[in-house]
């Protein structure tokens, strides 16, 4: 079973950082676009940002933007979300999920329904 497998979240005061990982399980990350999206508290799910593979195309939405950041290590299958400066409204179930369209493509997008594997979701709560 293909599963891609999120961790890092937790509890973190305003301005503080966390980094995300998600690594892929039964799944080579390596030829997949990956996806990072969130969902607060009665909010819908929405998304943060995404990275291809081969050009390493990136996108981080207007929100994080200056604070996060989303990076691969190819040799541990292993995508990465870094979070900086986190504010109150970053708090939300994050997600990670990999699309299989635009793994070498020249960039990704944050269309839910091309990402085909999503796991679980790691908390993150920015709180003082």
């Known amino acids: 079973q293909l599963m891609v497998v999120e961790s890092g979240g937790g509890l973190v005061q305003p301005g503080g950082s966390l980094r995300l990982s998600c690594v892929g399980d039964?799944?080579?990350?390596?030829?997949?676009?990956v996806g990072w999206f969130r969902q607060a508290p009665g909010k819908e799910r929405e998304g943060v940002s995404c990275?291809?593979?081969?050009?390493?195309?990136?996108f981080l939405d207007d929100s994080v933007k200056g604070r996060f950041t989303v990076s691969r290590d190819a040799t541990k299958n292993t995508v990465y979300l870094e979070m900086n400066s986190l504010k109150p409204e970053d708090t939300a179930i994050y997600f990670c999920?990999?699309?299989?369209?635009?793994?070498?493509?020249?960039?990704?997008?944050?269309?839910?329904?091309?990402?085909?594997?999503w796991g679980q979701g790691t908390q993150v709560t920015v709180a003082s």
């Open positions: 990275m291809t593979t081969v050009l390493s195309s990136r």
């Open positions: 039964g799944l080579n990350l390596n030829t997949y676009a």
């Open positions: 999920a990999a699309d299989p369209f635009r793994g070498f493509q020249s960039h990704c997008v944050m269309t839910e329904r091309d990402y085909r594997v």
